[in-house]
């Protein structure tokens, strides 16, 4: 992959690009606004400044980092690219739209990927000319931290294409699970039913929140409880998640909780809000 393109200025498109970028790959990053578009540009340059003045990135590789990204705010600034990955808002139509509009503009062997979470992937790949060149390449938040990244496999996709895709993920330093495309692949599928849960217990008045959290970094050697977790993904986020897995299982634990809702209809949607279960 000479070209990657990466679709989203959010927290996650800013993350995946500057992974891209740090592994020595051109990266464009593509927001809906020019002003967007740099401003991610220079979400990335302050973040690698960070690690620069902690200690773990010298200037000159952020200085060589910073020469890979380039940004746009139109999709035909993508035309060029080997690999596309999407990190638009998750939803479908939404997506469907994009995955049609960039399938008219690329050159045929590129690949698109998106990077969602439990949206079916084989619904893309079928807005597209090219289904056998669509998967899933789903990073975890924050992307620059976490080493796991999920490559989804439609039944339309080819050997060829989920082979290019791990060699990317393996290129960026990550480390690539295969999955087929069911709901949640293999880690939300796993996760959302216990933070579930977790709101449960608490609206049941078992425990409070920040003894629930105690409980399962102490008692299960997780790096967070459940509440800080869900605060860190977006309330909005784990109720769309959740919404899906109900959606494609049916199953009674996977209904959002009525205080997931609550908060997330009061527009207190976790970290990047200031407010969710907790207060930051």
Request: proline letters at 4%.
């Amino acid at each position: 992959m000479k070209l990657v393109g990466v679709i989203g200025s959010g927290i996650m498109g800013a993350g995946i690009a500057e992974v891209v970028a740090r592994a020595g790959i051109d990266v464009v990053v593509r927001s809906r606004s020019q002003a967007t578009a740099e401003e991610t540009r220079n979400q990335i340059q302050a973040s690698l400044q960070k690690q620069v003045v902690n200690g773990k990135l010298t200037q000159a590789l952020q200085d060589a980092a910073m020469n890979h990204i380039c940004v746009v705010s139109e999709l035909s600034g993508l035309k060029n690219c080997d690999l596309i990955i999407e990190s638009a808002v998750e939803d479908l139509p939404t997506k469907k739209d994009l995955f049609e509009k960039l399938d008219a503009i690329l050159d045929p062997d590129c690949i698109i990927a998106t990077n969602t979470s439990t949206l079916p992937v084989i619904e893309l790949a079928r807005s597209t000319k090219r289904p056998d060149r669509v998967c899933g390449i789903h990073f975890f938040n924050p992307a620059t931290i976490m080493r796991l990244v999920e490559v989804v496999r439609p039944i339309t996709a080819s050997d060829e294409t989920i082979a290019l895709a791990n060699e990317f993920v393996k290129n960026c330093g990550k480390e690539a699970v295969q999955v087929v495309d069911r709901a949640g692949f293999i880690v939300n599928a796993l996760l959302f039913p216990y933070l579930n849960n977790a709101i449960a217990m608490f609206e049941a008045g078992t425990a409070t929140m920040q003894d629930i959290d105690t409980a399962m970094k102490g008692g299960c050697n997780f790096p967070m409880g459940p509440f800080a977790l869900l605060d860190l993904v977006g309330l909005d986020t784990s109720m769309a998640i959740l919404e899906a897995l109900h959606a494609e299982y049916g199953r009674p634990d996977l209904e959002p909780r009525p205080m997931l809702k609550k908060l997330v209809g009061e527009g207190k949607l976790g970290r990047k809000t200031k407010q969710g279960f907790f207060n930051y």
